[in-house]
């Protein structure tokens, strides 16, 4: 069984190849620079560059596996959540590709993509779990009974914890997307050296807020008066990735031990963050739990966690037709 796996929802244009569900045969990713200029993605721009790569990119994807499109056997796709015009270019173009191949069309969950990308990446993993989705979007805690049955066990009330690192980053006139250079530069500091908060941390309340960290930062660096640079900007870093990555692991283990589950998994763009996979593993060990981290290039968006959970699907008989619409919500 060969799937094609493509991904659109934001500023990556993605495809893979995958095999019985579990090897990935090539997976391609192109990242859209444009969006850099703006300090954050525009729609537009984005949509019109997934029109001018998609082709390009699931050529090349067929090419690295191997493969011709008369032996795919099955084509899934990202139609939810999303940036509605991104969505729309890349089940436009799978719906053209499904017609003319003959062959089924079965649209995913993005953030049910990150969630199997801990099966891609350990395919034995032991069930239940609680899984931490952390991306420049979304921040949930999810329970995972078996895959495709879920619990929602908690979320972001304002801003993702990625969304928090790009803001962070462009007061302090970094790149978009920020998440790498903070990280990056954060090395070394000392992350008790400026005091950032971190919300809505109550037993019991499995919800995450970041909106009040970014706000603390904008008003401290209005106290100092001018950006930190050198090691002050280090400190600073390090004690701004910090309170993310406390916010988020302790939560995730408290949602571990309230559930009582084996394993721990993550996913996400933020989950290519050395503290917080390191800090996740330090606490599940504690807890004498498994913990299942994908590699980063399996955290990111990319078009084989979503041929994945297409296999899935396909599996259990679900099939999309030429109807098949987009959603920028789940």
Known sequence: MLVLGVDTSCDETSAAVLSDGRTILSSIVASQAIHAQFGGVVPEYASRAHMQLI??????????????????????????????????????????????????????????????AARLAEPDIRLPAVCLIASGGHTELIRVDAWGEYEALGRTRDDAAGEAFDKVGKMLGMTYPAGPEIER???????????????????????????????????????????????????FLASFQAAVVDALVIKTMWAVEDSGVPTVTLGGGVAANAALRERLVEDAARLGVSVVIPPRELCTDNGAIIAAVGDALLARGQRDGLALGVSASR
């Open 55 to 116: 082709v390009p990119v699931v050529r090349q994807a067929l090419e690295a596996a191997g493969v011709e499109y008369g032996q795919i056997d099955a084509i899934a796709v990202t139609n939810r959540p999303g940036l509605v015009g991104c969505l729309l270019v890349g089940v436009s173009f799978a719906k053209a590709l499904a017609y003319s191949l003959d062959v089924a069309i079965v649209g995913v969950d993005h953030i049910e993509g990150h969630v199997f």
């Open 185 to 235: 530069k954060a090395r070394g500091g000392d992350p008790t050296a400026f005091a950032f908060p971190r919300a809505m941390m109550r037993r019991g309340n499995p919800d995450f807020s970041f909106s009040g960290l970014k706000t603390a930062v904008r008003y401290k660096l209005d106290d100092m008066g001018a950006l930190p640079e050198g090691d002050e900007l280090r400190d």
